[in-house]
Structures are given as C-alpha cells and as structure tokens.
C-alpha cells in the first residue's frame, strides 16, 4: 500500500483527553513516527517505534497500534497542543517513506 | 544535536533545475543513517521525496524519481537535492532531515528549518 490515512481534523477541550488515528496496510509491517508541526515552524518528531519519545516530549503523548492502524493519544490537552499531526512509516515494500495527510488538532 | 540548515534559491523559473543543498553539523554524515528531503507546498501536507546513505546509495519517490537526484558529499557534510523541470506544483518549502536508524526501520528525527522555494512563470 502506498497511502497512510488520517482524519483532518478533531477538538479537544482543554485537559480532555483525544486520539487521532493513521491507517495503512504498512502499519501491520512497521511502525509509525508521529509529528507535531506548528505554523511556520518544521515538523517535529513527538512519537517512534514502540511509544517512544524523544527527550523533552511530555509523558501525556502516548502513541500505539494495533492492525493497520496507528493512534497518538494527547492526555489532558494542553493549549501548546494544538497543532498539525503527522503519522509516517515505510511503504510495505519497505523501500519509501509515507506521510499521512495530517490531523489539525483544536484545543477548545 | 544534529544540526541541518538548508541552503539555495527562493525562486526558480518554470521548467528550470532546482539545487538544494543540506549542511549538517554537529554530527558526521559519515556516522551513518540516511539523509532525507521532503517538501510541503503552502497549507498542505509532507511529501516525502528521496533520501541519500552515506555510500552514495539514494531511492526516490515513485512521484518524482524521474526528475529527482539527492547526493552526499561526506568531506563537507552536506548532501544535496535536484529536482529538473520545475513548474508551479513544486512550489513548497523544502526540508531535509536525518532519517535515523532505529531497530532496522528509518524515520526523520531532526529537520532543518526548511527554505522555501517559489515557481515562477
């Protein structure tokens, strides 16, 4: 498969907790890295392989998987969340990277 | 921290050849992982477009492999982007990030700032 699925967009209210979700048929193969982009600034990497984070990711951004579907849990939203999401992986030949359209995330 | 910064035109003219290219510091290109490009046009999403090892071994996106080059100059630690024919599509700001090597699969972990590169007709 060459396509990563993902919703637009969702809100959250403040200290609420939201999923978005990234499905692919390469997701059974590989796991997803997540994205955090704000406007006008470059993506950055928020979640890899199994729930991992890197140094200076909060502990409320979880990431998981199941199937062919990748989710990234925000718990207890903050205002500094709202942002673009982004889920990628390889393709299932494992030759090329996908990125998903990416989810806006509101925080209401 | 590895350290990538973009460098190049703002604007190119339709159907001319764009040249990006990547300076890396803080971290040797020759220490491994790949080396990535990937774009955004304004108010959409990422596109992946090729990435580059340090051997000089690099695969492209399907979209784009006809008209797309990356390579690596390990002695000033920056690799490079071409891209031929561009027309108002390839309008983006275009990033480049170390792609790492995790447990046998790669993915971006740090990105320069990105530039962005403008069509003109």
């Known amino acids: 498969s060459s396509e990563l699925t993902q919703d637009p967009a969702v809100s959250v209210a403040l200290g609420q907790t939201v999923t978005i979700t990234c499905q692919g048929d390469?997701?059974?193969?590989?796991?997803a890295s997540w994205y955090k982009q704000k406007p006008g600034q470059a993506p950055a990497l928020v979640i890899y392989g199994k729930n991992r984070r890197p140094l200076g990711i909060p502990d409320r951004i979880s990431g998981s998987s199941s199937g062919d579907t990748a989710s990234l849990t925000i718990t207890g939203a903050q205002a500094e969340d709202e942002a673009d999401y982004y889920c990628?992986?390889?393709?299932?030949?494992?030759?090329?990277?996908?990125f998903g359209g990416g989810t806006k995330v509101t925080v209401l | 921290q590895v350290q990538l910064q973009e460098s190049g035109p703002g604007l190119v003219k339709s159907s001319e050849t764009l040249s990006l290219t990547c300076v890396v510091s803080d971290y040797s290109i020759t220490s491994g992982h790949y080396w990535g490009w990937i774009r955004q046009p304004p108010g959409q999403g990422l596109e992946w477009i090729g990435s580059?090892?340090?051997?000089?071994?690099?695969t492209y996106s399907p979209s784009l492999r006809s008209r797309v080059t990356i390579s690596v100059d390990t002695s000033k630690n920056q690799f490079g982007l071409q891209l031929t024919s561009m027309t108002g599509p390839d309008t983006a700001v275009y990033y480049c990030?170390?792609?790492?090597?995790?447990?046998?699969?790669?993915?971006?972990?740090?990105w320069g700032q990105g530039i962005l590169v403008t069509v003109s007709s």
């Open positions: 990030a170390r792609q790492i090597l995790h447990n046998g699969y790669d993915f971006p972990d740090h």
């Open positions: 390469s997701l059974r193969s590989y796991y």
């Open positions: 580059v090892f340090l051997d000089g071994t690099a």
């Open positions: 990628s992986s390889r393709d299932s030949g494992g030759n090329h990277l996908l």
